[in-house]
């Protein structure tokens, strides 16, 4: 099978025409056993429930969610001398969208009580609103960067 990129996301499978590939790597995080069909129709009733609760354009929410969930840079384990230090690096594109894909699948699959549609548009509400455990998570790794700042200078050593 052949290997495509499209906007930056590396593609192994056939996208369907006119499916955005975000949507369709996001479609692909939700599935659990191999069931895309279940993770389409979750996807689906997910940007149902989102036009239910108010939002006038839900593919338009989800895409600002991802991008108020992407970090900008995360710490890295890096041995120096006996020592293990916490680097902070700088994440790129591709990195930034799964990490931002994993907490808001993570946050939505730790509430309890709903069904995954409703848990997982809520998630995307509170993260496209700039709170939400999404983006607690991204500032506490900004956060955590920040503070071991110090050792940046480690970052360029090989």
């Not at 955005?20 to 429930?49: Q, S």
């Not at 600002?64 to 902070?88: D, H, I, N, T």
Request: aromatic share 4%; proline share 6%.
């Amino acid at each position: 099978m052949k290997r495509i990129i499209v906007n930056g996301i590396p593609f192994k499978t056939r996208l369907l025409p006119g499916s955005d590939p975000l949507v369709e790597k996001f479609i692909n995080c939700i599935m659990l056993g191999g069931k895309k069909t279940v993770a389409r129709r979750i996807f689906a009733d997910m940007l149902t429930e989102l036009k239910r609760l108010g939002e006038k354009d839900p593919s338009e929410t989800f895409t600002m969610a991802l991008e108020k969930a992407s970090p900008s840079v995360e710490v890295r384990p890096k041995r120096v001398g006996g020592g293990v230090y916490q680097v902070p690096t700088e994440v790129n594109p591709n990195r930034q969208r799964i990490l931002s894909m994993r907490w808001i699948l993570e946050a939505a699959r730790k509430v309890k009580g709903k069904p995954m549609h409703q848990r997982l548009a809520g998630v995307i509400l509170d993260t496209s609103k700039g709170d939400g455990p999404a983006c607690k998570k991204k500032e506490d790794v900004q956060k955590m960067a920040a503070a071991n700042k110090a050792f940046a200078h480690l970052a360029k050593r090989r």
